[in-house]
């Protein structure tokens, strides 16, 4: 499995073999993921189906922080 930046799992969550989560994907509690995601997309279910796209605000709070 691999995990690219900003990306979440929720507690519980199943994750199959071979699978990358890409960048802000974040997957819901109790979920399991049987395939690929795409970036910034919120997963949650079981199976887990795309919900909704997330904001990317997340990368200025990130570039603020590393400022200091």
């Known amino acids: 499995v691999t995990i690219e930046k900003f990306s ?5 969550s199943i994750i199959m073999p071979n699978l990358t989560i890409a960048e802000g994907t ?3 509690a109790m979920s399991m993921l049987k395939t690929a995601t ?6 949650h279910g ?4 795309f919900f ?4 990317k605000n997340i990368i200025e709070l990130s570039k603020m922080f590393h400022e200091f």
């Open 8 to 12: 979440q799992i929720g507690a519980g």
């Open 26 to 28: 974040v997957i819901g």
């Open 38 to 43: 795409k970036a910034w997309g919120i997963y």
């Open 46 to 49: 079981c199976p887990a189906q």
């Open 52 to 55: 909704k796209e997330r904001d």
